[in-house]
């Protein structure tokens, strides 16, 4: 952990040195100066790319061909300016009913309209003196969006439909794909068309293509041109309307590229090289920790057997000996025997941890569950409740160290009465209850459990109770209000 908290304030003092080493790079003296240079710097470009090769080109006589309030795009959608909408509604009642109920006084605009609408739904054909005189008052559009040629085109058939283009091709709208210059704008969005009439010189389109404005006409500029010569001139040119910008116009983000210095590249380098380094050597550290601990408890092992072996003798001997000693020696003879027995068990099982197989490290044997129970109850002289009695094949020694840990908790930091209940069934299900309330997250973060109560703990834990659980292929279970403690594993 420690070796971990190095590593972190090495790095962070190594990324805060490259913040403080770029912002101590040189700037402009102020932000104006900065905003002047990059302004000088966007006309030379503009200047420079207007010479360029286009992929598309449109000349400024064939745009004026055609009205501009039918090439923008509010020309799309109602204009609520000239009319109400109860006027519009009016004008809709009108072409579903095929006829006008009354009288109805409105404006010229409306008017027409309405003759408009009628004569698409009676199929009754308009002369071309109908369109002129709207072209003439600059009437073009229909009051709910779009031109009056756009929506009498899409109602005539084919051979129609070619004739009227020839006279009134110029008062379609410029979504309309009909329209001349239709083929050659669509791959700019409505918003680019709409800022290059308004007069702004450039814009850049989705697909980064650059389209620029002037007095000859538009010109589309292929991001493979105009790229190299924005780099060329350390100009950077995007279209982000989120992006730190030192200058905008239309839709362009312009920043001056200032080029990354040798120092920094070679810092940023080092400091890869460092973390890298000090990863591959924790994960060198912990394992040479492993293999020592493992050999320490491999060596432990072996030499434990030679005394626990001659311990064993020692006891056959007491054994047979054992209806010839008083009462008091007797006992003492039994507590060395359990000793014995605890000992040579806690070295077979020691053995375990030196193989990464789950059956090793947790034997199993079959026993009468209740008969283990007494023995690992007994000692507490605590009862029991169990739904079955059953012979089942266990990891009785860790599972018995698990339960006495969790009594030993109970007893130490619980209230009240300690209850046992076990069920069997497809899990084996040991719950230890006491009417105590168990610490939530937070109090077990902070450890709030006072030094007293820890040291007279003599259990190895719930963290590691729960850690042999899982080994196990079972696990903890803690509940609070009151406090349950459950052990579960598969059968």
Known sequence: MI???????????????????????PLPTTTQESAIDLQSLWQQFYQQADQLAPQQ??????INHYPKLLLLSNSQYPDFSQLKWQEIQKLWQARQNCRVDQPYQA???LKDAIEFELALCQKRPLANSWFNKQLNNKALLHPSGGSFADRYLASLDQTTANSFLVQHQNQLTLANKAHPLHPLLSELEPKGVDALLSGYRAYLSKKNTLWLNNESGWKAIAVNQWQPLAQAMKLQIVN?????????YS???LNITTPESQWSRWALALCSLIITYLVFRSLHQRRQDTKERQFILQLLTHELRTPITSLGLTVELFRDQFDNLNDHTQQAVW?????????????????????????????RQRADITDWLDHCLGKYQLPYSINEEH??????????ICLDNLIKNAQQHGKGEITIDVQVDKVLRIQVSDRGHFPNFIQRWFNIVPPSSRQANMGIGLTIVSRLMKKMGGRLICQRKPTRCILELPL
């Open 391 to 400: 012979e089942l094949e266990l990891p009785y020694y860790w599972l018995g």
């Open 3 to 25: 070796r971990f908290q190095h590593l972190g304030l090495l790095v962070t003092g190594l990324i805060t040195t490259g913040f403080i080493a770029m912002a101590s790079s």
């Open 107 to 109: 404006n010229a605009n």
């Open 335 to 363: 507590r060395l025997m359990a000793d014995h027995q605890r000992l040579a068990q806690l070295t077979e099982t020691s053995t375990g941890y030196l193989t990464t197989n789950s059956d090793v490290q947790f034997p």
């Open 251 to 253: 839709n362009l983000c």
């Open 240 to 248: 982000s309307p989120t992006a730190s910008c030192s200058f905008r």
């Open 57 to 62: 080109k449109i000349s400024q006589t064939e």
